[in-house]
């Protein structure tokens, strides 16, 4: 515990390393580096130590606040958020260096690595708190310094609007949270801890409304499908590196915040398992149709984090089912694969965050149409991209298959021999599937926009340099890794299961249910089978590869822009879900033979943020506005009339 | 002569009627003059004729009776403004609410606890529904002049509950009260000749609204 300690000093360290050093000196940027690369790295051999010993470790402090002690608790289930947590933030950290260098951005440049390790140091404290207050402040640190580097990029108004909307969300989830832990206050004793796992019991009226307010407070952050309206805009407007911690781990904090909270409950209604597996299954199927028609990369990126969001809460959903209608089987396969997927979602999604950001970096441009043959300038950042795409479809042989596959063994439990939950849990099944197969397609739009295709002389793009490709790489590794020998991940699984589900309950081991050995035997092949069609398929000597338009429309143009663009690549699915999505498209009229220069557009508003949140705020506005110049209308026979009125009111009042 | 304090603030209640439910300004500030003699009065009639209570009425007397209804009257004729047209609350809805205050200020009156002294005097409802009368004019009427009759007819009541407390009120805080009002007025009659000086030949405080952002 005291090498985890001194790794969040560390990380705070690295934020107020510039105090004294001069604005934007290499100096200082060097010393924030090193001093967050150990701070994590420390981390990560804290959090390994402590595992290795087998039991949780706790640590007890008087901290004068009222209600609030340094109360902290490193388990299994804290320890599965961490790992990537602490890794992500390395390899953002490591990745700023190149593309958001202190000596070309001076001001811009010093904000984010100030408030970059206090991010990362607030979520390792919300991810160990036990005890309320505590846990509280580490979340407002968090949602603070989050906000704070949304608005990094002041040159430009989006970044400011997204700050507001994602502060203005946010709060609205600590309001919920505080309401929470008020009434899980009176639930059990100790008001200074949080409570054990499986200790309280579920049945009661206050613990269903502890359930829904931390589905709100603990959604809003996590961005489920109808409360996500903050998390496209804020994670197109950060700086790549803290896009990729906010979506690979802070959203993953919520999460955390309802496995734990649901955790405290030993006999969970079913209904909690139902919301949260609908919920889940909205999220992932309208996350990835939503990512389909954006036209920014980051923003699509954003909505396939609402999607795997969803992923996840599916697997939990699944797991709580098997813990209301007594089917452990359940419960073990669908923990695993939520957790197991928030650890492949933060690796896949920070990859692509990064690489994506490289492409931004290298291009200067948002806009998907922008691109075009980029894998011909860029060829490594378009391999780690791949990479993260392959991943993120949830295809052998990388980690987002593993989770994905347990999610739905997990289902598949719902049917099979003596199962007692209603086989309606089949129906997420078919949404599962159809989650990744428009992520597929998804990807292989975003891929072949992007990369594939004729060079757009007006963007070329170039390699970024090695302080960028090695965090990738990293993360690359890392999929890699999870994806071809996913056996090592199940004893931390099931370390994390077990504290889930309080110690005393004892599970089937993972590994029984899960035949992860089948997945890397079949990795391999598939990566032998793979590796041999390259061997065949290489170019040989002596023949030449034609070179033409990718694509063409079947037409003989030779003009780089004249291709499929991202919005007509999507179109058709775009069309299926036009009754959620609600795209505005504004196409030619001119049907003559020789039509005139017309332009085409289309865009999809946010259907939570855009068709409903904003005219309700504004008719709210408005209305206050008439009713306060109704009010205060200068005319001093009415402010005279107003204090005969309160004047009279306090009298009635008095003698009551 | 024991029914005389009573005869007089029904007097005043019913000038209160008066008041709001006419136009003429001149009428107006004849009928608050009238309102402030005849309670300048009462000191002497409630608690005998001692230096103090003389005092207070001869400054009373004075202060309402002549001088400020002079210092009025002479402003009605040098800005040449003799009614109140277009008030924010036409006449007749005024003196039904002058009605209901009344009516209220006589029912409030009786569930005070008072001493038992005062318990069946007529002070606290002419009290109530003249400074309930000062409130209406201040609020249903727009002309600067009308709102210096409301703050005196407000100083009247005010003048009215302190009745009660005729023996222990100090003279000094009494002659606070007139010499504010005194200054009050002299600032009023200054606003007063600036909005006509600036909005052309109307004294209308509408016009005074450009701060309420």
């Not at chain 2, 005869?7 to 006419?22: E, H, P, R, S």
């Not at chain 2, 703050?151 to 805080?173: C, S, T």
């Amino acid at each position: 515990m005291d090498l985890f300690l001194t790794a969040i000093g560390l990380l705070l360290l690295s934020s107020l390393a510039g105090i004294g050093c001069r604005r934007g000196s290499r100096l200082w940027s060097r010393t924030a580096l090193v001093s967050l690369l150990a701070g994590c790295l420390l981390g990560l051999a804290a959090v390994t130590l402590i595992l290795s010993a087998g039991k949780p470790v706790t640590l007890r402090l008087p901290w004068p606040v009222p209600g609030g002690g340094l109360s902290l608790r490193i388990d299994g289930l804290a320890a599965v958020f961490l790992y990537p947590a602490l890794l992500i933030t390395a390899a953002g950290g490591l990745y700023a260096e190149g593309y958001w260098p202190v000596t070309a951005r001076p001001g811009s440049g010093s904000w984010l690595r100030c408030f970059y390790p206090l991010l990362a140091a607030g979520i390792l404290l919300v991810l160990t708190a036990d005890n309320p207050v505590l846990f509280l402040f580490a979340w407002e640190v968090m949602a603070l310094a989050g906000f704070l580097l949304v608005v990094t990029d002041r040159n430009d108004e989006e970044p400011l609007r997204a700050g507001f909307i994602y502060l203005a969300a946010t709060h609205a989830g600590t309001l919920a949270l505080f309401g929470m832990f008020a009434l899980l206050a009176t639930l059990h004793p100790d008001a200074l801890l949080l409570p054990q796992a499986a200790s309280l019991s579920g049945a009661t009226t206050t613990a269903d409304a502890v359930f829904l307010l931390a589905l709100l407070g603990f959604g809003l952050k996590a961005g489920l499908m109808p409360l996500h309206i903050w998390l496209p805009g804020a994670h197109a407007a950060a700086p790549s590196n803290v896009s990729a911690l906010m979506s690979g781990v802070m959203i993953k904090v919520g999460i955390y915040g309802l496995l734990r909270t649901t955790g405290f409950f030993i006999d969970v209604p079913a209904w909690w398992g139902w919301t949260v597996l609908g919920l889940g299954l909205v999220s992932a199927v309208l996350g990835v149709a939503f990512a389909i028609a954006q036209h920014d990369l980051k923003r699509l990126l954003a909505f396939h984090s609402v999607e795997n969001i969803g992923i996840i809460l599916l697997g939990l959903g699944t797991a709580l089912l098997g813990r209301s209608y007594g089917m452990p089987a359940m419960v073990v396969l669908g923990t695993a694969g939520a957790l197991l997927h928030v650890v492949n979602h933060g690796l896949f999604k920070a990859l692509l965050f990064l690489s994506g950001g490289a492409v931004i970096h290298a291009t200067g441009s948002r806009r998907l149409t922008d691109y075009g043959g980029l894998l011909r300038s860029m060829p490594l950042t378009g391999l780690f991209f791949l990479g993260g795409a392959a991943a993120i479809c949830g295809l052998p042989p990388l980690n987002g298959f593993v989770s994905e596959w347990l999610v739905y063994l997990g289902l598949f439990q719902a049917a099979g021999h003596g199962a007692t939950t209603p086989p309606v849990a089949l129906l997420a099944l078919p949404g599962l599937a159809m989650t990744g197969g428009l992520a597929l397609l998804c990807f292989a739009k975003v891929f072949g926009i992007s990369f594939l295709g004729a060079s757009r002389p007006e963007m070329p793009g170039h390699e970024p340099p090695a302080s960028m490709l090695l965090p990738m790489g990293v993360l690359l590794a890392g999929c890699i890794w999870i994806g071809v020998a996913p056996a090592t991940m199940l004893p931390l699984l099931d370390r994390a299961i077990t504290a889930w589900l309080g110690g005393t309950a004892d599970h089937t081991a993972l590994a029984h249910l899960a035949p992860a050995g089948e997945i890397s035997r079949l990795a391999l092949l598939l990566l032998l089978f793979a590796g041999l069609g390259g061997l065949y398929a290489r170019p040989r000597k002596g023949k030449r590869i034609p070179i033409s338009v990718t694509w063409g429309c079947g037409c003989k143009l030779s003009l780089p822009r004249a291709r499929y663009s991202a919005s007509s690549f999507a179109e058709m699915i775009v069309g299926f879900f036009d009754w959620a999505l609600q795209t505005h498209t504004s196409r030619p009229t001119d049907r003559t033979p020789f039509p005139a220069r017309e332009p085409f557009s289309s865009h999809t508003p946010d259907g939570v943020l855009d068709l409903l949140l904003r005219p309700a705020a504004s008719r709210l506005v408005e209305t206050t506005g008439h009713l306060r110049r109704a009010i205060q209308n200068g005319l001093v026979g009415f402010y005279l009339l107003y204090s005969a009125l309160a004047l009279l009111a306090l009298l009635l009042f008095a003698g009551q | 002569m024991q029914n005389l304090p009573d005869f007089i603030l029904i007097a005043v209640i019913l000038l209160n009627f008066f008041l709001l439910g006419t136009s003429r300004l001149g009428a107006c500030v004849q009928a608050v003059a009238l309102q402030g003699a005849l309670l300048s009065l009462l000191p002497p009639i409630l608690s005998g004729p001692s230096v103090h209570a003389l005092s207070l009425a001869g400054g009373a007397f004075c202060l309402k009776g002549i001088v400020i209804p002079a210092l009025l009257l002479r402003a009605i004729r040098k800005l040449d403004i003799n009614r109140e047209i277009e008030p924010r609350l036409g006449y007749i809805p005024t003196l039904l609410l002058v009605a209901l205050t009344t009516a209220g200020a006589f029912v409030f009156g009786d569930r005070l606890p008072l001493l038992a002294a005062h318990l069946n005097s007529l002070v606290i409802p002419a009290s109530l529904s003249t400074l309930a009368a000062g409130f209406l004019t201040l609020i249903t009427r727009r002309k600067a002049i009308t709102q210096v009759l409301g703050y005196l007819i407000f100083e009247n009541g005010i003048f009215v509950f302190g009745m009660l407390l005729a023996e222990a009120m100090p003279l000094m805080v009494e002659a606070g009260v007139l010499l504010d009002m005194l200054v009050a007025i002299f600032v009023m009659g200054i606003v007063m000749n600036h909005i006509n000086r600036e909005f052309s030949s109307s004294i209308d405080t509408d016009h005074l609204n450009l701060l309420r952002e």
